[in-house]
């Protein structure tokens, strides 16, 4: 995903780049349970025809989204305050014992990125 890449067109970020980007959360319905854990409420269809879709069939147009304790972590940091390197930092140091948690962390920011969650500034 990270690497040095000179050309500037299709260029990618540089890892020290990405850090200094800012996660956003988007407009996602969320609420977390009492241990901390997040579950995102997330609409299946967004046109016209797929809500009448749902309806039709009666079923609900959204399905819940549940993560996991670093998920959660995550998605309550993409506060539009904090980097990807703080939230890197607050996850080093609860996922102490865990290796390459920068990379689990830059897949699901980029994961949530294409799923249309969140954005940087």
Same mark, same amino acid.
């Given at each position: 995903?990270?690497?040095?890449?000179?050309?500037? $067109?299709?260029?990618?970020?540089?890892?020290?780049?990405?850090?200094?980007?800012?996660?956003?959360?988007?407009?996602? $319905?969320?609420?977390?349970?009492?241990?901390?854990?997040?579950?995102?409420?997330?609409?299946?269809?967004? !046109?016209?025809?797929?809500?009448?879709?749902?309806?039709?069939?009666? $079923?609900?147009?959204?399905?819940?989204?549940?993560?996991?304790?670093?998920?959660?972590?995550?998605?309550?940091?993409?506060?539009?305050? $904090?980097?990807?390197?703080?939230?890197?930092?607050? *996850?080093?140091?609860?996922? !102490?014992?865990?290796?390459?948690?920068? #990379?689990? *962390?830059?897949?699901?920011? #980029? #994961?949530? #990125?294409?799923?249309?969650?969140?954005?940087?500034?």
């Amino acid at each position: 995903m990270l690497r040095n890449n000179k050309k500037k $067109k299709d260029r990618r970020p540089t890892e020290q780049e990405f850090l200094r980007f800012i996660p956003v959360r988007l407009d996602i $319905k969320w609420e977390e349970d009492s241990e901390g854990i997040v579950k995102l409420t997330v609409p299946k269809f967004e !046109s016209k025809f797929g809500k009448s879709f749902c309806k039709l069939i009666k $079923k609900d147009n959204h399905f819940t989204a549940n993560l996991d304790k670093l998920g959660s972590i995550v998605w309550k940091n993409c506060d539009g305050k $904090k980097t990807v390197e703080d939230i890197l930092k607050i *996850l080093e140091k609860e996922f !102490s014992d865990e290796n390459d948690i920068n #990379q689990r *962390l830059y897949l699901f920011l #980029q #994961q949530l #990125q294409n799923l249309g969650y969140i954005t940087f500034k």
